[in-house]
């Protein structure tokens, strides 16, 4: 039951979140009902927010008849719950909400991913914290957003040291409510992702006790629904080309990102630097690798009661050629 109870809440958290969504979505597909929509969702940072701006996608989908509505999402569960729902046909998130997803039913094809940034997400505390080592977390509250990356995060960092995941307290916080609670000292700990961690970094000086380096591989992933998948592949595709021209562009010119990104993002340049840093570029097809290592996740998050039934990775993942 209390399995059940855990993920019924989660669902209903990413689905309140999605309504918020939804009721701002209605008016913009309404007016064009006559018209072919792509509609993406994406996150405060990352290879969608630099598409969205650069504004090279619409002319791109316009030749095939294309409209682009772009969403935003605090965080990878309710992007994904939005998903499934219907109300976006593309997104992209970590290597956890995509489990959860899967789990609960909904139509989720993974269709490319990018290398891993294990830099990119850590546990921190304080910069004048008691805590020495993730050893140290036994019966302490950590602040985490459930089911997002650093979730995997958490629960591999904490068996490495030897700590049972039941041994911590979690506190399941949005960032900004996570952050806060950071500050105030209600939490212990803090597992987030850049560029919120590199802001906390700047900001506060918090101290890193782990990240993923040696731990969890930190994966980026590409999502459509299946049923736009199938109906639509060409505009998929083209979706994913107009990110590998993005990603190229970024990865030569870090600085330059930054200062584009900053504005949208309300972030200091140098924040968003330290952050792209330790991001991976290349926008890559789905392998057998990259499955695996998610049936990986997968299988833990099952063995801690963390989903309610067993997944299959390769049922929904899209294979180079396919």
Not at 160 to 165: E, F, G, P, R, T
Not at 222 to 239: E, G, I, R, T
Not at 243 to 263: C, M
Not at 303 to 319: E, F, H, M, Q
Request: zero cysteines; charged letters at 20%.
């Amino acid at each position: 039951m209390h399995t059940r109870r855990a993920f019924t809440n989660l669902t209903l958290a990413a689905s309140a979140a999605v309504a918020l969504s939804l009721a701002a979505l209605l008016p913009v597909t309404s007016a064009q009902a006559q018209d072919k929509v792509v509609r993406i969702g994406f996150q405060k940072y990352g290879k969608l927010v630099l598409l969205k701006s650069k504004g090279s996608l619409e002319p791109a989908l316009k030749a095939l008849g294309y409209n682009v509505v772009w969403t935003e999402f605090p965080s990878g569960p309710p992007l994904l719950e939005a998903l499934n729902v219907g109300a976006i046909d593309f997104g992209n998130t970590g290597e956890a909400p995509p489990i959860f997803a899967q789990a609960a039913g909904a139509p989720i094809q993974y269709v490319a991913y990018e290398p891993p940034a294990p830099q990119g997400e850590a546990i921190l505390v304080p910069k004048d914290s008691p805590l020495k080592t993730v050893a140290d977390l036994k019966g302490k509250k950590v602040a985490l957003n459930k089911g997002s990356n650093v979730h995997y995060l958490l629960v591999k960092a904490l068996e490495k040291a030897d700590v049972k995941y039941s041994e911590i307290t979690p506190v399941f916080l949005a960032p900004a409510d996570a952050r806060a609670a950071f500050e105030k000292g209600a939490v212990d700990a803090w597992v987030i992702w850049d560029p919120f961690q590199a802001a906390a970094e700047v900001a506060t000086q918090a101290r890193t006790l782990a990240d993923g380096t040696g731990i969890v591989s930190n994966y980026q992933f590409y999502f459509s629904s299946q049923k736009f998948l199938s109906a639509d592949p060409k505009v998929v595709d083209l979706v994913l080309a107009q990110l590998s021209e993005v990603d190229d562009w970024a990865k030569g010119d870090i600085k330059a990102v930054a200062e584009q990104l900053s504005p949208s993002v309300g972030l200091p340049v140098p924040v968003l630097e330290l952050a792209l840093k330790r991001q991976s570029y290349g926008i890559k097809p789905i392998n057998d690798a990259v499955i695996a290592e998610q049936q990986q996740v997968a299988d833990t998050f099952l063995s801690l009661g963390l989903i309610p039934k067993a997944i299959k990775i390769s049922d929904v993942a899209r294979k180079s050629g396919s």
